[in-house]
């Protein structure tokens, strides 16, 4: 009896932390660069171990069974999303493997897909709310004036040929890839090192998210079936037990 109620638990709390990845990635459907979350959740390897003994414990097992499910692994799919015609100044979206690095307010380097770009009070290149953004040299790059041209390869010239800059594409191999972290901000971390990679800058455009919409509502629709059918067969093992306790202590 009780072995239900538990298996039912650890099922409520699994589709409930698989829920929190579905709603994270249909808030940022809209959100440029952003790449989806996906939830596994797997028994743990030995949960409970069983034996049968006797007065002078000698045991004999009988089997070790596992009856709760718990948070495996959140993999982010970091495939390429559409890009889109946005025909903005400061927009730019990477044809290719690569990421912008993005200088954070603490100093630290943090890696990015998403190429709405703005202008900060002091002229410079950033993601908005995030850091400026670095170019050639791992510098950040002075604009002042959004009034610019950008050739594939990066490179910022005003509209008199004036070179003011190259905007920097940064790859990494897979397996590090595989072990980004996704800080607090929205950005991956990682303390790899990039390597060599061929990447096309495209100006006035953006990637869009790679979320699948309909495919994470119909996930949602799942976690949530399941979750209240957990739930209710919860409450039945609840009013089961009790009522086995009220019936025990009349005897």
């Known amino acids: 009896m009780f072995k239900g109620f538990y298996n039912l638990t650890s099922g409520m709390l699994t589709q409930g932390r698989h829920l929190d990845v579905i709603a994270n990635n249909m808030t940022n459907v809209s959100t440029a660069?952003?790449?989806?979350?996906?939830?596994?959740?797997?028994?743990?390897?030995?949960?409970?171990?069983?034996?049968?003994?006797?007065?002078?414990?000698?045991?004999?097992?009988?089997?070790?069974?596992?009856?709760?499910?718990?948070?495996?692994?959140?993999?982010?799919?970091?495939?390429?999303?559409?890009l889109e015609q946005t025909d903005l100044p400061l927009d730019f979206a990477i044809e290719g493997e690569g990421y912008f690095a993005v200088q954070m307010l603490d100093g630290t380097t943090a890696y990015t897909r998403n190429g709405s770009f703005s202008l900060d009070e002091e002229g410079y290149l950033c993601l908005p709310g995030k850091g400026r953004v670095l170019g050639a040299g791992d510098q950040p790059i002075r604009l002042v004036t959004d009034d610019i041209n950008v050739d594939t390869?990066?490179?910022?010239?005003?509209?008199?040929?004036?070179y003011l800059g190259?905007?920097?594409?940064?790859?990494?191999?897979?397996?590090?890839v595989a072990q980004f972290e996704r800080n607090d901000q929205g950005l991956f971390i990682t303390d790899a090192q990039p390597v060599d990679g061929q990447n096309v800058i495209h100006h006035k455009m953006i990637e869009r998210s790679n979320v699948d919409l309909t495919e994470q509502m119909?996930?949602?629709?799942?976690?949530?079936?399941?979750?209240?059918?957990?739930?209710?067969?919860?409450?039945?093992?609840?009013?089961?037990?009790?009522?086995?306790?009220?019936?025990?202590?009349?005897?």
């Open 218 to 251: 119909v996930d949602m629709i799942t976690c949530q079936r399941a979750l209240q059918s957990a739930a209710q067969l919860t409450k039945m093992y609840d009013d089961l037990m009790t009522k086995s306790v009220d019936q025990v202590g009349r005897l």
């Open 153 to 162: 390869q990066g490179v910022i010239t005003t509209t008199d040929g004036i």
């Open 33 to 82: 660069g952003y790449k989806s979350d996906e939830y596994t959740a797997s028994t743990f390897d030995q949960v409970m171990f069983d034996r049968v003994g006797n007065k002078e414990k000698i045991y004999t097992d009988i089997g070790n069974v596992s009856y709760i499910r718990a948070n495996s692994e959140v993999y982010t799919d970091h495939t390429q999303g559409l």
């Open 166 to 176: 190259q905007l920097s594409t940064y790859n990494f191999a897979a397996e590090d």
